[in-house]
């Protein structure tokens, strides 16, 4: 039972990766058990070839006014539409593979009517991004003489402007990357912060790949041992310790997968930004900081509390990392406004969810009671949030600082914080909990500030995400790679537990 289990549980797992990998695994005989093992450490996964579906041209460069455009063209066409745009390659001279030929640029219709002087590039298959003959043509960029070249193309017979990331599926259909590599690509081209793109190239450039491709042969290896042990174990020589060879092999590869899931989303978290909510009473200079920290006003700034209503938010560059912050509602209970209390249910809610809290209180809190502060601090489900992880408390309007904290150096001030936070049964969470004096209109603590949110972020979520420092193993960075690999994982933890039963009935 136990060895039927393990063959359909492989086989299922196989389908997780690829339903091609499994139906092939599954149908393969096994004559000579050596030769069988060999072949399946060797064997690569093959997609489907589609049908060609022509020539195809497209912008690669981004559209509108530039110094150089680039536009792209793919299929096997592609040699005769620059034998027939470009003069020299009409007699016997030969365009050599990767080599730039500066050149006119001619209508294929009319050759007296030059379109542009250009830098020619002709990548013959299958070494090229799609795998299929491919050029490029750096042209100047002005509108019209891009128009010009794409309107040429477009009144070739059999050539098509290609749709939309056409160029990425024929290089995936032709096996010159995997999805993973691909999704790498795509997020280097969007990545905004430096962390973003030191995470990308890492992915670009086939980490995630490599991992899950080791982890792939690894287990169809394994299939093949189990079916060769199911087999042959009573009829032939098969080496002894074959099968707790398999089990000891499929632990370690769920100790590997369980570590890879574990990573606090780092890699999702650097890829689409870390989340950060400014939460705190009316007025404590809230809009202020979010006004302050995208050097633009998003936010309305007044001295009437209760004029933030709703959660406001916008995307950040902080120290070369993505943030999305969000400006919420001020934190009080005397409000029999039903919109305000909407407001700080939603701000409590943003709060919770974030991956990084900026808790802001007005300094001259420490001196005495103020409107709407020492209040604050009595409602448990609000103070709680003050004892979340990743939770900055900044004491705002350091320009009106009591007499009694003037004459203190800054850790005399952050004692005296702590203790009246202390006093209040705040507690600082040990992970991520910091103190910070700032003036949002003197600039006093900025610089402080921005540094320590900068270095939080640095070690909370990129060291081991984007390979800074010492190399770590390549994290996830999309939801759909968990998913398929908890469903893996599910496969084998079911796999140890049979195993683990018969052995308790034997």
Known sequence: MFIAFAQRRVLTLLATVHPVLANKAGALHRPNTSAFISGLRNYSL???MHATHGTIYALSSHPGKSAV???????????GILKSMVPRLASRFTLRPRHALLTRLVHPEDPKNVLDTCLCLWFPAPHSFTGEDMAELHVHGGIAVIDSVLRALSGISGVRMAERGEFSRRSFDNEKMDLTTLEGVSDLINAETEAQRRLAVRQSRGELHLLYDAWRRTLIELMALTEAYIDFSEEENIEDGIY????????????????HLDDKRRGEIMRTGVSLSIVGPPNS????????LAQRQVAIVSPVAGTTRDVVETTLDIGGYPLVVRDTAGLRKASADVIEIEGIRRA????????????????RLLSGPQPDGIGLLDDAAWKTLLELPHTFVVFNKADRMPDALLGQSRLGQMALARAWMEKHGVRLAEVGGA???LSCKTNDGWDSLMHELAEHIRRSWEDGASGSGEKTQMPLTKARHREHLQRCLDHLVEFQ???SSDDATT
């Open 497 to 499: 537990q049979i195993n």
């Open 435 to 437: 103190v910070v004096f």
């Open 46 to 48: 093959t997609s489907a």
């Open 244 to 259: 707790p060879q398999v089990c000891e092999r499929v632990d370690e590869l769920v100790d590997g997968i369980r570590r």
């Open 69 to 79: 455009a680039v536009i792209r063209i793919s299929g096997p066409q592609t040699l």
């Open 348 to 363: 409590v809610e943003s709060a919770r969810e974030a991956d990084v809290r900026i808790f802001m209180l007005d300094v």
């Open 285 to 292: 200079g809230k809009s202020t900081l979010l006004n302050k």
